[in-house]
């Protein structure tokens, strides 16, 4: 079984993301835009269905209004969803062809709805879709597991309740951190060589990146940590000063008083000093999605397409 070489795979990352910047910033700015662009019109409606929420969570709720304010938010969260998947299956399949050596050259704009890009979208949807079922479930075990053993604890103790609740929070504090153990391996090894695998073999396939990555879990786990936790450290330096820039001084936190009508009309006024801010200072915010999307798509792309080589000589068949 072949192993990915960690310092290698994170040495030809930070490479491809930095030493091809240019050409991989023209792979994603358009998707970033228009993310932006969503989130631009998307977020006054979000600010009209929360304040309208509000006066139904204070005092009496009104259940009819909760049912349509939380029915709004579903659709936008959905289609916000959908927009996301897309564009990352867009931005992806452009940096990883660079990445593999099969798109050279720089280009202003990458856009491609042809069957490479529907096949990657397809692929995203289809993994989510998959991680969810198997995140329900993880939860579906844990839950028959803390019944039978509640209930064989409850027997043997005689339903003593204070000898029941530190075994009650130990089980559960146990079953939450193997859930999220189990999920992490599953996508891990289901994600990590998913999207050079469709690209270089030219196929929906979802058994050969799990198969690829099997016997390096931990080396994927450590090639993530040595691309992403230096990349975040220095985007968080230099996006919270910009943010904080752009948005100071600081607004007083709206005070939800008990006035549903007054409560509405503070997160009115929140949410519209908000959009006014980042009006007046785009050149400060804009700037660095658009960077961070950049390095930190082109990280991944560029260490998952150096594993995928070093794993890979030939195509399967």
Same mark, same amino acid.
């Given at each position: 079984?072949?192993?990915?070489?960690?310092?290698?795979?994170?040495?030809?990352?930070?490479?491809?993301?930095?030493?091809?910047?240019?050409?991989?910033?023209?792979?994603? $700015?358009?998707?970033?835009?228009?993310?932006?662009? /969503?989130?631009?019109?998307?977020?006054?409606?979000?600010?009209?269905?929360?304040?309208?929420?509000?006066?139904?969570?204070?005092?009496?709720?009104?259940? &009819?209004?909760?049912?349509?304010?939380?029915?709004?938010?579903?659709?936008?969260?959905?289609?916000?969803?959908?927009? %996301?998947?897309?564009? !990352?299956?867009?931005?992806?399949?452009?940096?990883?062809?660079?990445?593999? /050596?099969?798109?050279? /050259?720089? @280009?202003?704009?990458?856009?491609?709805?042809?069957?490479?890009? $529907?096949?990657?979208?397809?692929?995203?949807?289809?993994?989510?879709? +998959?991680?969810?079922?198997?995140?329900?479930?993880?939860?579906?075990?844990?839950?028959?597991?803390?019944?039978?053993?509640?209930?064989?604890?409850? *027997?043997?103790?005689?339903?003593?309740?204070?000898?029941?609740?530190?075994?009650?929070?130990?089980?559960?504090?146990?079953?939450?951190? &193997? %859930? *999220?153990?189990?999920?992490?391996?599953?996508?891990?090894?289901?994600?990590?060589?998913?999207?050079?695998?469709?690209?270089? #073999?030219?196929?929906?396939?979802?058994? !050969?990146?799990?198969?690829?990555?099997?016997?390096?879990?931990?080396? %994927?786990? &450590?090639?993530?940590?040595?691309?992403?936790?230096?990349?975040?450290?220095?985007? &968080?330096?230099? @996006? +919270?000063?910009?943010? *904080?820039?752009?948005? $100071?001084?600081?607004?007083?936190?709206?005070?939800? @008083?008990?006035?549903?009508?007054?409560?509405?009309?503070?997160?009115?006024?929140?949410?519209?000093?908000?959009? #006014?801010?980042?009006?007046?200072? $785009?050149?400060? %915010?804009?700037?660095?999605?658009?960077? @961070?999307?950049?390095? *930190?798509?082109?990280?991944?792309?560029?260490?998952?397409?150096?594993?995928?080589?070093?794993?890979?000589?030939?195509?399967?068949?």
């Amino acid at each position: 079984m072949n192993k990915i070489p960690v310092f290698a795979t994170i040495g030809d990352a930070y490479r491809f993301a930095f030493a091809r910047f240019l050409g991989n910033l023209g792979v994603v $700015w358009l998707p970033v835009v228009l993310i932006m662009l /969503g989130a631009w019109y998307l977020i006054p409606l979000y600010a009209t269905t929360l304040s309208a929420m509000v006066p139904a969570t204070a005092g009496k709720p009104d259940p &009819a209004l909760v049912f349509a304010a939380a029915q709004n938010l579903y659709r936008f969260a959905i289609l916000s969803w959908i927009g %996301i998947i897309l564009l !990352r299956a867009e931005m992806m399949l452009g940096l990883t062809r660079r990445a593999l /050596g099969l798109a050279t /050259g720089q @280009s202003f704009v990458f856009v491609s709805l042809g069957k490479p890009f $529907w096949r990657m979208a397809g692929a995203y949807f289809a993994v989510m879709i +998959i991680l969810s079922a198997v995140e329900v479930v993880l939860i579906m075990v844990f839950v028959i597991i803390a019944l039978i053993t509640g209930g064989t604890a409850a *027997l043997s103790l005689g339903g003593d309740k204070a000898a029941l609740a530190p075994l009650a929070v130990a089980g559960a504090a146990i079953g939450v951190i &193997a %859930i *999220l153990c189990a999920f992490f391996y599953i996508a891990v090894r289901l994600t990590f060589l998913l999207t050079p695998v469709i690209v270089a #073999e030219e196929r929906f396939d979802l058994i !050969r990146p799990w198969r690829l990555a099997g016997g390096n879990f931990w080396r %994927i786990f &450590a090639i993530g940590i040595g691309i992403f936790l230096p990349l975040f450290v220095l985007i &968080a330096a230099v @996006s +919270i000063p910009a943010y *904080l820039g752009a948005m $100071w001084p600081l607004p007083h936190l709206p005070h939800l @008083s008990d006035d549903p009508q007054q409560a509405a009309h503070s997160v009115d006024a929140l949410f519209a000093w908000l959009i #006014e801010r980042a009006r007046a200072h $785009w050149y400060m %915010i804009v700037p660095v999605p658009l960077v @961070s999307t950049a390095l *930190l798509y082109g990280v991944a792309a560029g260490a998952a397409a150096s594993a995928y080589r070093g794993l890979v000589t030939e195509p399967a068949a």
